[in-house]
């Protein structure tokens, strides 16, 4: 039994299948109060509460809340991730000699991060507050007409 929130960085990474270098990001421990003032205003008081005390690791709620953690951590740290130096960044492609790869540009990384915020609040559904809910709506609509357009 531990709190199910905040999570070290190292579970994060690990939640979220990314390299091991970057557990050694300053930033994501620089995101945490931001990270934790979000699920603060869109999640229940009484649930919040509860996700920063001892959970089960069994528990609906800490696992709902552990993974809208991961979520929303990397949705606020991966425009920081995505710096054109060596060794870094989000790669969308890399090319044959390994001398040649592609990061996200501005556009695709906000259309990541609202994928990633709206993953976060639907692990978090039963937790949510009004203004969790509302949110939640806005990213699915915006998603609708997105696939509507596609398709159309």
């Not at 990314?18 to 603060?40: C, N, S």
């Amino acid at each position: 039994m531990s709190a199910a929130i905040p999570l070290e960085t190292k579970t994060v990474c690990a939640m979220l299948n990314l390299p091991d270098e970057m557990r050694e990001r300053p930033v994501f421990d620089e995101h945490q109060p931001l990270v934790l003032e979000r699920l603060r205003r869109v999640t229940d008081e009484e649930a919040f509460v509860a996700a920063l005390r001892d959970v089960p690791d069994d528990d609906q709620l800490c696992t709902a809340f552990r993974f809208g953690y991961a979520f929303l951590m990397l949705a606020s740290v991966v425009e920081f991730l995505n710096l054109k130096t060596l060794g870094e960044g989000i790669v969308k492609t890399t090319g044959f000699d390994a001398q040649s790869t592609e990061l996200l540009t501005g556009s695709e990384i906000e259309a990541f991060k609202s994928t990633l915020e709206r993953r976060a609040l639907e692990a978090l559904t039963d937790y949510l507050n009004p203004v969790g809910r509302n949110r939640l709506d806005a990213l699915c609509d915006r998603v609708g007409r997105r696939i509507r357009a596609v398709v159309i």
